[in-house]
């Protein structure tokens, strides 16, 4: 049976994993306690990992079967989600942190309310200046 290559896909990728263990502690998901005149903020956030990786061995004249060639890549990302908040009374609540708006559908729909207000008023006011002017005689039409 062949020993397993020092440079292998499989060391490769071992290594990768422990760097992402280290990043991945309780400390990153429930971060530390803010202290402010008598409420303990305390930060909750989403983690999420991604990882890749790929490799080939190859030979040369001079190191038959000794080739390998390969590389792996980690991605971390954090997004804030909460925050605990802990008043001196002993009391506790959660405090959503709102994501923003991802795609423009999202946006658009954040604010159709606010289109649809603007819209309304425009309308309204268009009419009250027909009323105005059919109640002066001056009829549009």
């Excluded at 422990?18 to 502690?25: G, N, S």
């Amino acid at each position: 049976m062949e020993q397993e290559k020092k440079n292998s896909l499989g060391e490769l990728m071992k290594i990768t994993m422990e760097h992402i263990k280290t990043m991945a502690d309780a400390n990153t998901i429930i971060g530390t306690p803010i202290q402010a005149e008598g409420v303990t903020l305390i930060p909750v956030s989403r983690v999420s990992f991604g990882m890749g990786g790929g490799g080939t061995e190859f030979t040369t004249k001079q190191h038959p079967n000794q080739g390998f060639g390969g590389g792996s890549a980690a991605s971390a990302k954090l997004e804030p989600v909460a925050f605990l908040v802990v008043r001196e009374d002993g009391s506790v609540k959660l405090l959503p942190v709102a994501p923003p708006a991802a795609t423009t559908v999202d946006r658009v729909i954040e604010t159709v309310p606010e289109v649809v207000d603007k819209i309304t008023g425009f309308i309204e006011s268009q009419q009250q200046k027909k009323a105005q002017k059919e109640a002066e005689g001056d009829f549009v039409e």
